[in-house]
Nanobody, 117 residues
């Protein structure tokens, strides 16, 4: 059974940092690209970053470029999102996602990130 579990969220002041983790089980992470998405209250879910199966290619939303870094440790079946210089507008529930070869999307339960003074 495919399962994604996000962790690492919390309350942080503006300018602070958090590292999110996405632990995968039920499949081998090595063969899949993984994406991070977020959804703020009253807004649609948006893509934040994604990483190729090998980790050799990454992409970022313009709003997080230069502040967030996505990485993966296939040996641990885990993908990370290092978030630095956090802003109030980064407040959201963060989700990781994997799409199967058949085109089905799998999501974790999300982890709340709140940036506030």
């Amino acid at each position: 059974q495919v399962q994604l579990v996000e962790s690492g969220g919390g309350l942080v002041q503006p300018g602070g940092s958090l590292r999110l983790s996405c632990a995968a089980s039920g499949f081998t992470l090595d063969y899949y690209a993984i994406g991070w998405f977020r959804q703020a209250p009253g807004k649609e879910r948006e893509g934040v970053s994604c990483i190729s199966s090998s980790g050799g290619s990454t992409n970022y939303a313009d709003s997080v470029k230069g502040r967030f870094t996505i990485s993966r440790d296939n040996a641990k079946n885990t993908v990370y999102l290092q978030m630095n210089s956090l802003k109030v507008e980064d407040t959201a529930v963060y989700y990781c996602n994997v799409r199967s070869r058949l085109g089905r999307d799998y999501w974790g339960q999300g982890t709340q990130v709140t940036v506030s003074s």
